[in-house]
């Protein structure tokens, strides 16, 4: 029975957190920081929640279940889970944060040098794609490409800026933002859905899986042993790295006052700290997190609608890239702003979907509990996605009497009354033999 040594579970680690260390994942945690100001560390531990526990606990769900997210949707029906699942590959792949990884490295990461001219982005987003492709052709391959070569280079950037961001502050912490100071435990945990770390879990256990497998393993509770292993060492990486990014953002205000965005407040604080040499870090930080970030997802979409479309994991890689490259040259502003609300009305189905599946042992029947309480995340969660979309006056007045509706969080009270509900009729109507 072939095992992983040292060096490969290691590799695999770092693989999954250059995977998940992507766009938003740099920028975020920044902007944040600035605007939590003293509050930081109660909005740093809400982001965490979602930035870093959510996505370790999916990581698990799916060890558990020893599949991908179609075992995870099982007890939704084959339907139900499909749609599910092609909202969420959707989000992670085409339409969201695969174009965001190429908007968000050039507009740091280029843009200084170049100017932020569409011709420029169009140019560089051409070569960013075309080297993803290049490495999404041969996912056989991730570990050695990623694991071992990519990530300690993102690495040793990223311990270089985070050693800055602690021991050359730009400033003194600022003040706090309006928004942020009567629940930073909240306003934090929604920020953190903006990194689509939850979301691109569910997608990334099936690509860790696949990279184990490649390697000869064929265990599957070797399988999900060395997942669960590789997710908490991304997970200790990731959580430093936000860690770093908040001071740097909520020590940046003198700076960085003027920013609308977490990439312009990194840049700005680059320049202030190291100049012209500083900025060609930054880059490279941002190009390699990005770049691991869209091979892992579209990876995970070329074999997902591969299967599910009946064609070639080439043929869909492809077309994802090309779809990709044309929804990247938007503009970061425009995608941030069409993704929040697709985010917020996503996340809840994502959270509650993860934790059910956790707690799958208490049910006898899981399609008694899943299908009611998925349903009533679907609807508040998407009455929670309009209300914070340019059509929130759609939804009619009684969504947002319900408690922490303002936080868009208005689906938590009915999805735990209707889980009450249907864990009683669970346990009174008997299982089937």
């Known amino acids: 029975m072939t095992r992983l040594k040292g060096s490969d579970l290691v590799a695999l680690g770092f693989m999954t957190f250059a995977l998940f260390l992507g766009a938003g994942n740099i920028i975020f945690p920044a902007s944040a920081g600035m605007a939590s100001g003293d509050n930081i560390w109660p909005v740093a531990l809400g982001f965490l929640l979602t930035g870093v526990g959510l996505p370790l606990l999916t990581i698990v769900a799916l060890a558990r279940v020893g599949g991908g997210m179609p075992s995870l949707t099982g007890p939704l029906g084959k339907v139900a889970g499909t749609v599910l699942a092609v909202a969420v590959y959707l989000s992670i792949g085409p339409l969201f ?35 993803v492709l290049f490495l999404v052709l041969n996912p056989g391959r991730l570990i050695d490409r990623v694991g071992k070569i990519i990530t300690p280079v993102l690495l040793l950037a990223l311990v270089l800026l985070g050693a800055a961001a602690i021991f050359a502050p730009a400033g003194p912490v600022g003040g706090t933002a309006v928004e942020y100071r009567d629940v930073p435990l909240l306003q934090g945990f929604l920020q953190g859905y903006l990194t689509m770390d939850a979301l691109g879990a569910l997608v990334f256990g099936i690509v860790i899986a696949t990279a184990i497998r490649d390697r000869g393993v064929t265990s599957p509770s070797l399988v999900t042993r060395y997942s669960i292993i590789a997710v908490i060492i991304a997970a200790v990486g990731l959580a430093l790295v936000y860690l770093a990014l908040f001071y740097l953002g909520a020590t940046s205000q003198s700076v960085a006052g003027e920013a609308s965005n977490g990439g312009q407040i990194l840049t700005a604080y680059v320049q202030h700290t190291f100049g012209t040499p500083g900025l060609l870090l930054l880059a490279a930080v941002i190009i390699l997190a990005c770049l691991t970030t869209a091979v892992g997802l579209l990876t995970a979409c070329g074999e997902f609608f591969g299967e599910l479309l009946h064609t070639s994991y080439r043929n869909v890689a492809v077309g994802f890239t090309l779809f990709s490259l044309l929804v990247a040259n938007q503009g970061l502003d425009q995608l941030i702003r069409i993704s929040v609300p697709v985010l917020v009305g996503l996340y809840p189905l994502a959270i509650v979907l993860v934790l059910l599946s956790l707690a799958d042992r208490l049910w006898r029947e899981p399609h008694r509990v899943f299908r009611p309480v998925m349903a009533v995340a679907l609807v508040f969660g998407l009455a929670d996605g309009l209300l914070a979309s340019a059509f929130k006056d759609v939804v009619p007045p009684f969504f947002t009497t319900l408690p922490w509706a303002a936080q868009s969080m208005g689906w938590v009270l009915p999805v735990l009354v209707v889980l009450l509900i249907s864990v009683v009729i669970d346990r009174l109507l008997p299982a089937r033999q």
């Open 97 to 131: 944060a695969t174009p965001r990884t190429a908007v968000v490295s050039f507009e740091i990461g280029v843009a200084p040098f170049t100017g932020n001219s569409d011709w420029a982005l169009f140019i560089y987003s051409l070569v960013f794609f075309g080297l």
